[in-house]
């Protein structure tokens, strides 16, 4: 596996078919800077191409999975280039926005089950995240906010896409509107997560227990 600035890669055991990977910039709370974006989609499709690795766990270290972008990364987008056209400035910017909305997909793109372990914080591009996977599972500490009308930005790395499929539309808007904080036993309770686990351990070994038993026989 490649070395990463932003990311780890891991297997649960040795032998494992379950991969974990990890956002690890835990003094930064896992906030997405520049190079995650970059890195991201480089790290699930080694994964997608391993024929050892047949399920993919999405975590965090540290305390929270993720902060959401790194407020650096979003003023580089944003600021103002060297270039006074108008024309020139926007279309940067579009493809600055499209660059890390399809790292975000590459979680999609990928033919191997994704599975989101959060604990702690899992706010704005967290939320974009675990929207994109295919099961989600959280520890009672976690909280989850789409946080990004607090910023008077458009959650436009796949939440508002995603989101309405999971918990319904009017839950989705409900959310993406207020930018309101809720726990782990709401997240289970409007579907966002299939199971909440007491500790963060309890769900880093639930959730590797559940990729090994049964996930595994509808890729080997």
């Known amino acids: 596996m490649g070395k990463y600035k932003t990311l780890e890669i891991f297997q649960r055991a040795p032998n ?6 990890t956002l690890n910039r835990p003094s930064a709370r896992n ?22 690795a047949a399920v993919v766990v999405l975590s965090g270290a540290g305390y929270h999975f993720c902060a959401g972008i790194d407020l650096k990364a979003l003023t580089s987008i944003t600021e103002p280039g060297q270039s006074t056209d108008r024309g020139r400035t926007g279309e940067r910017l579009r493809r600055d926005i499209k660059h890390m909305q399809d790292a975000i997909t590459a979680i999609e793109r990928c033919r191997k089950p994704v599975i989101a372990a959060v604990h702690g914080g899992c706010i704005g591009g967290g939320v974009d995240m675990m929207t994109a996977c295919d099961i989600r599972y959280c520890s009672e500490d976690a909280f989850f906010s789409v946080k990004e009308v607090d910023l008077g930005i458009t959650a436009d790395l796949g939440t508002l896409q995603r989101l309405p499929g999971i918990v319904g539309y009017g839950v989705a808007m409900e959310l993406a509107l207020t930018g309101r904080r809720f726990g782990g036993s709401e997240a289970k309770e409007l579907g966002l997560v299939s199971g909440v686990f007491a500790s963060k351990n309890a769900l880093d070994e639930g959730v590797g227990a559940i990729a090994e038993s049964k996930l595994i026989y509808y890729n080997f």
Request: net charge negative.
């Open 16 to 21: 494992s078919p379950v991969y974990n990977l």
């Open 31 to 52: 906030a997405l800077s520049r190079d995650f974006f970059t890195e991201f989609p480089d790290a699930l499709a080694s994964l997608d191409r391993n024929p050892g």
